[in-house]
C-alpha cells in the first residue's frame, strides 16, 4: 500500500461526497486525499465545484452527503462550528475580516482552537507588512494586505489544515509573490494546504498535486511531475 493510501498520513480524505444548495446538486461524488505536509490544488472553470469542495469540508452548503475524514475524525455528522476544532482553518475568497478592527485587533480575536497556533511575533515575522499596519483599520488596508490578514487570522487559531480560496484574485504581482513565499513557508512548517486557485501560474510551481475539476467532479489528478506531459489537457480545461 502507498503512502497516499496509509491512513496515518492522511490529513483529509473525502469520499463520494455530494453537495447541495436548495434543489441545486452541486457536488456529484468527490474522492480526495491529502496527506500531511502536501499542497494539493483544485484547478477548473468557475462553476466546476472547487469553492463548494472547501464550504462542504465546513459544513457550509445546504446538505451534504458522502464520508470526509479530518484528523482521523469522520465530519459528516459533525456541526460547522465544531470542525475548526478539529484543526482546519479556512479562508473564504471574501476574506471575512472585521472592517472595523485594526490589524491586531483582528488577529487577537480569534479563539485558539489548538495549542501550537501562531504567536503575534511570528504571524509578524512571516507578514512584515500586517506589522507595519497593526493599528490600521481592516477598511484602510490594501487588497493584498486584507488577504494576508485573513491568512493570518487561521494561522493564530492553531489550524494545520489550511483551505484556501482564490487568496491571489485581484492582488498585485508583487502581492501575488509574497503570498508564494508564505505558502512555502508553510509546507516546511508542516501545514497542509488545500488550495482553490484560478492563477495555475501561480499554482503550479507550489503544488505537490492538483485535481482537476469539471461540473461537481474530479476528473484528473495530476502530479508535479506530470504537469509537462498533460499541458493539453490542462490548456482544454482551464485555457492555460
Known amino acids: 500500500m502507498s503512502s497516499l493510501q496509509t491512513p496515518e498520513f492522511e490529513q483529509l480524505r473525502i469520499a463520494d461526497l455530494h453537495a447541495f444548495y436548495g434543489e441545486s446538486h452541486i457536488l456529484h461524488g468527490i474522492d480526495l486525499q491529502v496527506r500531511r505536509g502536501e499542497l494539493v490544488t483544485l484547478l477548473g472553470r468557475n462553476g466546476s465545484g472547487r469553492s463548494t469542495t472547501l464550504r462542504a469540508i465546513m459544513n457550509m452548503v445546504g446538505r451534504r452527503t458522502g464520508s470526509i475524514v479530518v484528523n482521523g475524525n469522520e465530519t459528516i455528522g459533525l456541526s460547522a462550528h465544531l470542525i475548526p476544532r478539529l484543526g482546519v482553518g479556512y479562508c473564504p475568497e471574501e476574506r471575512g475580516i472585521f472592517a ?141
Open 100 to 240: 472595523s478592527l485594526n490589524v491586531e485587533e483582528n488577529l487577537l480575536l480569534p479563539p485558539a482552537v489548538r495549542s501550537n497556533g501562531m504567536s503575534l511575533d511570528e504571524i509578524y515575522e512571516m507578514f512584515p507588512n500586517l506589522y507595519e499596519r497593526r493599528f490600521s483599520q481592516g477598511t484602510r488596508l490594501s487588497g493584498g494586505e486584507q488577504q494576508m490578514l485573513a491568512m493570518a487570522r487561521i494561522l493564530r487559531t492553531g489550524a494545520n489544515l489550511l483551505l484556501l480560496d482564490e487568496i491571489t484574485e485581484g492582488l498585485a504581482p508583487v502581492i501575488v509573490q509574497k503570498l508564494a513565499e508564505v505558502l512555502i513557508k508553510l509546507k516546511h512548517k508542516g501545514l497542509t494546504i488545500v488550495l482553490v486557485e484560478q492563477n495555475f501560474r501561480f499554482a503550479a510551481p507550489l503544488a505537490d498535486r492538483h485535481y482537476l475539476m469539471e461540473h461537481g467532479q474530479i476528473v484528473e489528478q495530476i502530479s508535479a511531475a506530470e504537469l509537462g506531459a498533460k499541458q493539453e489537457l490542462l490548456h482544454s480545461c482551464l485555457g492555460v
